[in-house]
């Protein structure tokens, strides 16, 4: 059987989806909530939510040897999310997500000691060091963000760490199994997180604005986000979701702009590093392909 072609329906619902993550940072400064909890009851509430639908799907019951890697897995992407959105509120929406394509880089380096049929890549290094120069510069012309900008490169890390281990893990079960395991990870890393960064082993109750967005980061950030990701994946190809993932922080700094004004507006120099960082992770693919072929 000869595998569905991609739609022009499919490219929209990708961009929709880079979207919607990319204004997850917008929706941790919003929340009034310290960024420990909002992680806590984003986790908790998405792992019920995948829970539910799971039940639909067969049931979430699964071996040991199959449950722990992905609760284990889930608990790196809590401690992303909970270090991402302390970077936004330590600095600005925008200092937050020029950070997570260095993603990248990370991923570079790790996956060869995770994967060890994986040698290190002098292309995917000489981007790396330009990446490092474009971050420099952010240091320079935006110090004053240094706090949340280095917290957001640890963020990265942690990105890094879970899309390396997610990729050695084979799964055949419905997405919302998977996610309802990877969530519950989250939620146990975040809980284990919230004494060290707050005061008692319980998140704050939220107001009725923190509410609200906590709705919208579940629904439709979290759950309807994923869930279209993994329609997307049957059709499209890996090397197109990977360009359209890198404008995650494009429409995030845009749609900042948009929601908090003149507060996200930063240095020339700024733009000019988060520039060069974003239009590496793009380009990358295509000096890959061009190398190969050579």
Request: net charge positive; proline share 3%; glycine share 8%.
């Given at each position: 059987m000869n595998a569905p072609s991609t739609t022009f329906r499919d490219y929209v619902l990708m961009h929709a989806v880079v979207a919607a993550w990319g204004f997850t940072a917008i929706l941790g400064k919003w929340v009034t909530l310290p960024p420990v909890d909002v992680v806590v009851w984003r986790t908790g509430l998405a792992t019920l939510?995948?829970?539910?639908?799971?039940?639909?799907?067969?049931?979430?019951?699964?071996?040991?040897r199959e449950?722990?890697?992905?609760?284990?897995?889930?608990?790196?992407l809590g401690v992303h999310w909970v270090l991402f959105f302390l970077?936004?509120?330590?600095?600005?929406?925008?200092?937050?997500?020029?950070?997570?394509?260095?993603?990248?880089?990370?991923?570079?380096?790790?996956?060869?000691?995770?994967?060890?049929?994986?040698?290190w890549r002098p292309l995917e290094?000489?981007?790396?060091?330009?990446?490092?120069?474009?971050v420099w510069l952010i240091y320079q012309v935006e110090f004053r963000h240094w706090q949340g900008f280095t917290?957001?490169?640890?963020?990265?890390?942690?990105?890094?760490?879970?899309?390396?281990?997610?990729?050695?893990?084979v799964s055949h079960r419905h997405w919302s199994v998977i996610g309802t395991y990877q969530m519950g990870g989250s939620f146990?890393?975040?809980?284990?997180c919230r004494p060290i960064l707050e005061k008692g082993p319980l998140p704050s109750l939220p107001d009725a604005r923190s509410a609200l967005g906590l709705a919208f980061l579940?629904?439709?950030?979290?759950?309807?986000?994923?869930?279209?990701?993994?329609?997307?994946?049957?059709?499209?190809?890996?090397?197109?979701?990977?360009v359209i993932y890198n404008l995650e922080p494009v429409y995030g700094i845009l749609l900042a702009?948009?929601?908090?004004?003149?507060?996200?507006?930063?240095?020339?120099?700024?733009?000019?590093?988060?520039?060069?960082?974003?239009?590496?992770?793009?380009i990358l693919p295509w000096l890959r392909g061009w190398v190969e072929r050579r």
């Open positions: 939510v995948f829970a539910f639908l799971a039940a639909r799907h067969g049931g979430l019951r699964l071996a040991w449950s722990w890697p992905l609760a284990g897995v889930g608990a790196l970077s936004a509120r330590l600095s600005t929406a925008s200092v937050c997500l020029a950070a997570m394509p260095t993603a990248m880089l990370w991923c570079s380096i790790i996956e060869p000691v995770i994967d060890g049929s994986r040698r290094l000489a981007v790396g060091l330009v990446m490092v120069g474009a917290v957001a490169i640890a963020a990265a890390v942690f990105a890094a760490l879970f899309a390396t281990s997610t990729k050695q893990q146990v890393a975040a809980l284990l579940v629904l439709v950030c979290t759950v309807a986000a994923y869930a279209g990701f993994m329609k997307a994946l049957r059709t499209m190809s890996v090397f197109s979701m990977n702009m948009l929601v908090f004004g003149s507060s996200e507006f930063m240095s020339p120099g700024f733009y000019v590093g988060a520039g060069v960082i974003i239009s590496s992770v793009l």
